[in-house]
């Protein structure tokens, strides 16, 4: 079956650098992403890794490991604005572009 | 201005009562998806579509219907809406039909007494 795990939520300290862990099972892949969603507003993209390995964009940075069915959101420099939750989600693959996202980790930056 | 768009915001409804929701992009995007988010439950896709005339099940579709007759609009219909459908709605879309980069309009959020 499909399954996408998530811890539910972190606190960090503003100026610090957090990971947010990312595992999921499913039978067909296409791709992991990443959305940033602040309280009462709509997701914003993130991340899209479609191969194995980090890429970095700015403070974010994101990890795939398709043999290990994992993915980590890096966040360096940590701001008050990071307050947010962070949607994990797979892209099924085998001509079904269905994507499946986590419960989210409600990440709390604290002074 | 480049953006998704959903109608209502709001809307409040009874038991029964046909309503869609609709959802608009004006950045000629192939890929348009709709998903529901509530507490606890996350995210969930409803239905998406990789082009006109193209839709397909995502991990809740019952109760909800979606056709794509032209390629920037998308809506939404419950044709006879329950109380669990009180949610609220995101519509989103892509340029690719490989959803690589998704944007999302600003929500619906619906509730059925």
């Known amino acids: 079956g499909q399954n996408i795990d998530q811890p539910t939520e972190m606190t960090a300290t503003e100026g610090a650098i957090v990971q947010i862990n990312c595992t999921y099972q499913t039978s067909g892949f296409n791709g992991l992403f990443w959305y940033q969603q602040h309280a009462g507003e709509a997701p914003t993209f993130l991340s899209y890794?479609?191969?194995?390995g980090l890429e970095e964009k700015g403070r974010f940075s994101s990890f795939l490991s398709r043999s290990k069915g994992y993915s980590y959101l890096l966040l360096k420099e940590l701001q008050m604005k990071d307050s947010a939750s962070y949607l994990c989600a797979f892209l099924s693959g085998a001509g079904s572009y269905q994507l499946t996202f986590g419960k989210g980790t409600k990440l709390s930056v604290i002074p | 201005e480049a953006q998704v768009t959903q109608n209502p915001r709001y809307l409040i409804t009874v038991t029964g009562k046909k309503l869609t929701v609709t959802c608009s992009q004006n950045?000629?995007?192939?890929?348009m998806s709709w998903y529901r988010q509530d507490p606890g439950l996350g995210l969930r896709q409803i239905y998406y579509s990789m082009n006109v005339e193209v839709t397909d099940k995502g991990d809740v579709p019952e109760g909800y219907k979606v056709s794509r007759k032209e390629k920037r609009n998308f809506p939404l219909i419950l044709e006879s809406p329950s109380p669990n459908q009180t949610s609220l709605y995101f519509c989103a879309s892509s340029l690719l039909a490989v959803p690589d980069t998704q944007y999302f309009g600003p929500g619906t959020r619906l509730t059925v007494l």
């Open positions: 890794n479609v191969l194995d």
């Open positions: 950045m000629n995007h192939e890929y």
